[in-house]
């Protein structure tokens, strides 16, 4: 997040930018002249053009509060073929996840297991970032490495982890979201296929809840774009 020393005075104003930024200038590519989302002390964003030097911006244009979730929000989808995993990416980054972890299941497309995953990793740190820039968010989403589903449920629980699963246990996922929209979240997106027995009942031993997104069987791809939505739309980031 690029943030600035302290809040601008008025529109169209030069304000310098906060100590230690320049890492994350770096992360964003940034370059004179360009326009990125910033955030000064009191929380609030804006649009700001960058000037020679990356110590200062012009501020012209003040964002909405809540452009940004007010806590992680970590997206894991089961890695779909190339294309639906870049749009998964996409959007996920269009949607407000602050996260996005890559899964390989049983089910997966992702040939050659957890490696498939470390092998895309820089083009799809790319696409991050292209996305980020595009949708105007204040932060890069992370990009984790890909792990197995046995990897991630082996971490300590950091969150309210949910799946998404096509069968009638799994409930809506409004209300999971009411239950726990004030806590860390992450959500898990299956593979083409859905995820096997031994999956779901292992998610569901490590305290995953099972959602749903209704009775249609949408593609993996629609899937993680729906419940991001569903997200972002319960959040009330879009009124």
Do not use: N
Request: proline fraction near 8%; include cysteine.
């Amino acid at each position: 997040m690029i943030r600035l020393l302290h809040s601008p005075p008025g529109l169209g104003q030069v304000v310098a930018l906060a100590m230690g930024m320049a890492e994350a200038l770096d992360r964003w590519q940034a370059r004179p002249g360009e326009i990125l989302t910033v955030v000064d002390p009191e929380g609030r964003y804006f649009r700001a053009r960058l000037l020679s030097g990356l110590r200062e911006a012009v501020v012209f244009e003040p964002l909405p509060p809540g452009i940004e979730p007010a806590r992680p929000r970590r997206l894991c989808p089961v890695i779909p073929d190339r294309e639906r995993m870049l749009l998964i990416l996409q959007k996920g980054v269009e949607l407000g996840a602050t996260e996005i972890l890559p899964l390989i299941s049983e089910r997966s497309s992702a040939v050659g297991g957890v490696r498939h995953g470390q092998d895309k990793t820089a083009a799809w740190d790319r696409f991050v970032l292209k996305a980020a820039r595009q949708c105007r968010r204040a932060i890069i989403p992370v990009l984790h490495p890909a792990r197995s589903l046995e990897q991630f449920f082996a971490d300590p629980v950091v969150e309210q982890r949910a799946f998404l699963d096509i069968l009638e246990s799994g409930i809506p996922l409004a209300t999971w979201y009411r239950r726990c929209h004030d806590q860390p979240l992450a959500i898990l997106s299956g593979p083409e296929g859905g995820w096997t027995d031994r999956e779901r009942q292992l998610m569901l031993d490590r305290g995953a809840m099972a959602v749903s997104l209704g009775y249609r069987i949408l593609r993996t791809e629609t899937a993680a774009i729906a419940a991001m939505a569903g997200l972002v739309t319960l959040d009330s980031a879009f009124t």
